[in-house]
């Protein structure tokens, strides 16, 4: 059982900037796909950002350019800096972790842009 918990969420002004983390409690995490996802009120949730085991990210065209993932395997997390932020980033956003049929999520993290 892999434990994930997010934290950075928070209150921000457009335009302003975060850092999401979420730190798990895997052995061996480096395997592991790691992916942000996010989920405004009444809508469904939706990728944001991935990154392969090999370093490969990939992200959802609305925060290509203002998002980015990394991931640093000697402490067991996964980063997601937010830059340029806007209301319509305002979700609650959960990390995952997938290798083969396990898949794992957060309990997620709030962000809320607004003025």
């Known amino acids: 059982q892999v434990q994930l918990v997010e934290s950075g969420g928070g209150l921000v002004q457009p335009g302003g900037s975060l850092r999401l983390s979420c730190a798990a409690s895997?052995?061996?995490?480096?395997?592991?796909?790691l992916g942000w996802y996010r989920q405004a009120a009444g809508k469904q949730r939706e990728l944001v950002a991935t990154?392969?085991?090999?370093?490969?990210?990939n992200y959802v065209d609305s925060v290509k350019g203002r998002f980015t993932i990394s991931r640093d395997n000697a402490k067991n997390t996964v980063y997601l800096q937010m830059n340029s932020l806007k209301p319509e980033d305002t979700a609650v956003y959960y990390c995952?972790?997938?290798?083969?049929?396990?898949?794992?999520w957060g309990q997620g993290t709030q962000v809320t842009v607004s003025s």
């Open positions: 995952n972790a997938q290798y083969t049929r396990f898949d794992y």
């Open positions: 895997a052995r061996l995490f480096s395997i592991y796909a």
């Open positions: 990154i392969t085991n090999g370093g490969s990210t």
